[in-house]
């Protein structure tokens, strides 16, 4: 779905019931000024200046509310531009992400001082399908989805896990990010919700990292 197109209808159709709005609201307030004008007493008619600032008062209020029409127009516009810059990029989140069988680069941060640091993958019902051995110092590692008998694990939802330890002794146990691609980005409820493959859905507010897409920073 054009989204661009679809929100630029919806904007274009708003401010025309809106100014209808406005230009009904104008005509009945000139009513009611010639009501008033017809209907005041001929011995103690009202000045004429009261007129022309109740005028001037109604054009600066109608004046005012079409500029905030404009202004949240124009923050509207800005806010769709604004989602097209998520999209095409990877956003790295926590809380696990859908194998979809393609390898998925994870960002490890063993406990600073293990000697012994395991990489624990679990499935959706939090069982472990796998788990490998990787060395203290790994800060990014590719997962391919193959479990510990060399079987292509099925697609799906999966967390991750760093376990550390020092002389056999568990010194952190800390949940793992990945880096995922965006494909489409959306306001809902007044959030800005990254739509990832599988059909995740994540808060903007949950990316703690973000770059190019490996594909594209490789062109």
Do not use: C, K
Not at 63 to 81: F, I, K, P, V
Not at 123 to 148: C, F, M, N
Not at 199 to 204: K, V, Y
Request: zero cysteines.
């Amino acid at each position: 779905m054009d989204v661009s197109a679809t929100t630029a209808t919806t904007t274009q159709a708003t401010s025309t019931t809106a100014a209808a709005g406005e230009q009904s609201d104008y005509q009945t307030f000139l009513n009611m000024l010639t009501v008033q004008m017809r209907n005041q007493d001929p011995l103690n008619p009202m000045n004429s200046t009261d007129f022309a600032v109740q005028l001037a008062t109604f054009s600066g209020v109608e004046q005012q509310s079409h500029t905030n029409q404009l202004l949240t127009s124009m923050l509207s516009q800005a806010g769709l531009a604004g989602l097209g810059t998520w999209v095409g990029m990877e956003a790295r989140i926590y809380g696990g992400v859908t194998f979809t069988g393609a390898p998925i680069e994870l960002t490890p941060d063993p406990a600073l001082g293990a000697d012994a640091v395991t990489l624990i993958v679990r499935d959706r019902d939090g069982a472990i399908v796998d788990s490998r051995v990787l060395a203290p110092d790994t800060l990014s590692y590719q997962w391919d989805g193959v479990g510990p008998e060399g079987v292509p694990l099925p697609e799906g939802a999966y967390t991750f896990e760093i376990d550390s330890r020092l002389n056999g002794e568990v010194m952190d146990t800390q949940p793992v990010a990945a880096y995922v691609p965006v494909l489409e980005a959306r306001y809902e409820n007044g959030a800005t919700m990254l739509v990832m493959p599988g059909d995740l859905w994540i808060d903007s507010s949950a990316v703690t990292g973000l770059r190019p897409a490996v594909a594209e920073a490789q062109v």
